[in-house]
């Protein structure tokens, strides 16, 4: 019915903002979000609930992709809702979007415990050396999902550079 780069398109658009989930000219938003965007296009306004189609936009990245999706993914780990950050980074780990590993690595000390776990997870797989320190200091987290993926991701970034960290 729909194509995956054509699919992937569309996803980059919603989460960039660049076309509504309700465009009459694109797929129907149930694809991606299922019953509950059928429920919330119910609604007349989203209200506090307008980041979902962003978040189910993103999601839809780790199925279909193209890389023309890459900018918009980048885009989204600025956005305010940390559900949707949360999800562009899982995009940004599956995808190695390395051209985010800056965004990423600002995300390490975010105020949101799942937002800090994918961030740390992402620079596992494109950070650098130099964001070996930050990923490190994860290990202090307070929480324990955040010291565990930091000290995962320490072992992941020195076998994938081939060089102590």
């Known amino acids: 019915m729909y194509g995956g780069e ?11 903002g660049q076309v509504s989930f309700d465009a009459a000219d694109r797929p129907p938003l149930t694809l991606l979000g299922g019953a509950h965007a059928e429920l919330l296009s119910t609604y007349e306004q989203l209200g506090a609930q307008e980041y979902w189609p962003r978040v189910w936009a993103a999601r839809g990245l780790l199925y279909a992709w193209s890389p023309r999706a890459v900018p918009a993914v980048v885009g989204a780990l600025d ?17 190695e979007i390395g051209e985010a590993s800056e965004a990423a690595a600002a995300l390490v000390t975010d105020e949101v415990t799942r937002v800090r776990v994918a961030a740390i997870r ?3 797989l494109v950070g650098e050396g130099e964001h070996a320190e930050l990923v490190r200091d994860g290990t202090d987290d307070p929480e324990p999902s955040v010291r565990d993926a930091a000290l995962s991701a320490i072992e992941t970034m020195t076998h994938r550079l081939e060089r102590p960290l």
């Open 79 to 95: 956005d305010s809702a940390w559900r949707v950050r949360e999800m562009a980074l899982k995009v940004v780990r599956k995808r």
């Open 6 to 16: 054509s699919v992937a398109l569309w996803c980059a658009e919603l989460l960039s």
């Open 122 to 124: 992402a620079l596992a």
